[in-house]
């Protein structure tokens, strides 16, 4: 008896749970009649099909292909596999390449010419739905904007939404905007404005508190001006998302002015927008940016966010410090970490990693753990190589077979391009059969090869200019850095610089 799992998916608010529950019950009934044992039902609800992303039930399936866990995937229709031929025909090779087979409850697929066919077909008309779809919901979305409705998504701080999907006012929201946009135009900074907000007991529009980035949207929505807009910034490369930083506007743009009620005047709009582009920074301030030795790797220790580096010039002289990035972003959470000044963080790094691994008693410690791992090393290729060995087994009766569907005439370009991935796997099996031999044949590794390749990681350090050292030594030895006050805890490991020595 074959076993089998089930795999139903539904992708959005116009279809209910109890679709998954009528694709089960079909698939079930399908199974029954072809006598599979049914071993795990997978369901993935209010996931689009037309890409993988999001599809954790769909690709833990994949994932448990490669463990010979089942014998066929039953799917209600073709739709509910995939409506992307990409994803669809490469999830078909893999499945092949397992010797996993998918069937599907209602629409009866052979493995003849014709049914092979019909499947093609099947699959256009799924992906030609899902993409007609995708463009009756775009025109149904610039269709309301043209009538100023709301289009989904949250609502602008200072509105809601009435029962015909119009904006109409917050009255208590809207006087927030208000506070917002006459601090702004006064000469209050967004840091300011946050705190002063937060004093008063007003949130965003999620019950949060305000920070730079959440007045900064408020401040540059023309919306609270009365102006209506959609399809502002034009979609990025490769369709994903928006440029945000486009100049330009798109074809399908939409503005219309006087569309929705006004928080505030116009007058007091594009003074805001004057101001901003006062304090926009001027070309070429910050075009020499200043590299951080810490960048990613250090943390506050009050609030576990990370800290970045900012420089400041006040009187022709720079200072440099690291500061809570959470703090400097969101001025109302108050986090007790001060700013810290670099060169202290940086010394108290450098001179951690010299004094724990530079010097001759780390030597021979990372040279005992080096023999270490490379005794592991080898035992571990003798079962790598017979894996791989078993993989190129499994290959080479593959291919066989598809010689076999050959010298019956099935010699289609679906079959002759399998060919050619099977033969594709040999080889590269083959080549790393031969390298993992080449391992195992390895001499054993002395003190004398250790202390060499040694040499050379310290004569590499010393050709390198200062900066440049003390980045690779970051790199190979620093884990992170925990500041707490003034407290300043340094993580090493050795792991990676182990690693690095091994391959010299």
Known sequence: MDRAVIYARYSSDNQREESIDAQVRACREYCKRKDYFVTHIYKDEAKSGTKLAGRDAYKQMLADVKENLFDVIIFHKIDRNARNEL???LTKDMLVKNNVRYEYAVQNIDGSPEGQMMENMLVGF????????SKETKKGLNENAHKCLFNGGLPPLGYDIDQNQRYVINTKEAEIVKLI??????????????????????????GGDFGKNSLFDIIGNEKYCGIYSYNKHPRAKKGKGRNMHAKSFPEDYINIDNAIPAIISKELYEAAQARRRQNKPRPGIYNGKRQYLLTGKIFCGHCGSAMGGHTITPRKKSYSYYGCLDKDRTP????????????????????????TFLNSEALLRIADKMRQQYATLKDDVEDEIHAKTSQMTGAIKRRNNLYCLVEQGINDDYTLGRISAVNAEVEKLKAQIDNLKDKKNLKVLTDEAIIKAFK?????????????????????????????????????????????????
């Open 87 to 89: 994803d669809y025909y």
């Open 456 to 504: 050379l990681f310290e004569s590499k350090i010393c050709s390198l200019d200062t900066n440049s050292a003390k980045k690779l030594l970051v790199e190979l030895f620093l884990i992170k850095v925990i500041v707490t006050d003034k407290n300043i805890d340094i993580i090493l490991d050795a792991d990676k610089i182990t690693n690095m020595v091994m391959g010299q």
């Open 181 to 206: 946009f006459k601090l702004y135009i006064e000469g209050i900074g967004y840091k300011k404005i946050a705190e002063r907000l937060h004093e008063l007991g007003y949130k965003t529009k999620t």
């Open 126 to 133: 799924a992906a030609y739905y899902s993409r007609n779809l």
């Open 332 to 355: 109302a959470h108050k986090c007790a970490q001060k700013q810290i000044n670099t060169e202290i963080v940086d010394t108290a790094v450098i001179n951690k990693i010299k004094h």
